[in-house]
């Protein structure tokens, strides 16, 4: 089983979690940061559309839908990590 592509939508979400990090470290709205990653994950997947062999898309339409959901992952790990781990 090829897991090249499962390696480019990890790439994705690890990304747009590092965008919405720099988002929440900004004195912007910390609102907007599912907004943020949904929209970087869209413009990724349509790049790596592009860029990789191995994208598990095969049209603009799927690596874009790939890509947002890639994106809003990173929020969904992020939020998942917040809940889990115990605060000091």
């Keep these: 089983m090829d897991f090249s592509g499962i390696a ?3 790439g994705i979400t690890v990304i747009c979690y590092l965008c919405g990090l720099a988002v ?3 004195p ?3 609102k907007y ?5 949904g929209l970087c994950g869209g413009a990724l997947g349509a790049l790596g559309l592009r860029l990789m062999a191995a994208f598990p898309a095969g049209n603009v339409i799927d690596a ?14 992020d939020q998942l ?8």
Excluded: F, H, M, Y
């Excluded at 940061?33 to 990653?37: D, K, Y």
């Excluded at 990590?81 to 000091?88: A, I, S, T």
């Design 24 to 26: 929440k470290l900004s």
């Design 33 to 37: 940061i599912p907004l943020l990653c």
């Design 8 to 10: 480019g939508v990890t």
């Design 81 to 88: 990590l917040r809940q889990l781990l115990p605060e000091d």
């Design 64 to 77: 874009v839908a790939v890509g947002i959901a890639s994106g809003l992952a990173a929020t969904g790990a």
């Design 28 to 30: 912007w709205d910390n």
